[in-house]
Nanobody, 115 residues
């Protein structure tokens, strides 16, 4: 089993920044990417960003390109999401995930961006 614990969410004004962290423990999969997803009230969960284990390749949703940066520290089994220039539409619960088909999920951390 893999346990994922997110942290770093909170309330921030539009234009501000937050840094989310996701610590993985248990049986971690070195060959699997790690990713961030989010779910806003009344909407489906959507992809935000992902990074391969080596960190050499990343992917982003169009809506966050140029504003969010995903990174990882494999020594700490932790993935980060640096979020800059936040907008009210970024308000959501943010989840990290890993596994062959995104099998494992954290409990989520709330991000609220006020206008």
């Amino acid at each position: 089993q893999v346990q994922l614990v997110e942290s770093g969410g909170g309330l921030v004004q539009a234009g501000g920044s937050l840094r989310l962290s996701c610590a993985a423990s248990g049986r971690t999969f070195s060959s699997n990417p790690m990713g961030w997803f989010r779910q806003a009230p009344g909407k489906e969960r959507e992809f935000v960003a992902a990074i391969v284990w080596s960190g050499s390749s990343t992917a982003y949703a169009e809506s966050v390109k140029g504003r969010f940066t995903i990174s990882r520290d494999n020594n700490k089994n932790t993935v980060y999401l640096q979020m800059n220039s936040l907008k009210p539409e970024d308000t959501a619960v943010y989840y990290c995930s890993t596994g062959d088909t995104w099998d494992y999920w954290g409990q989520g951390t709330q991000v609220t961006v006020s206008s």
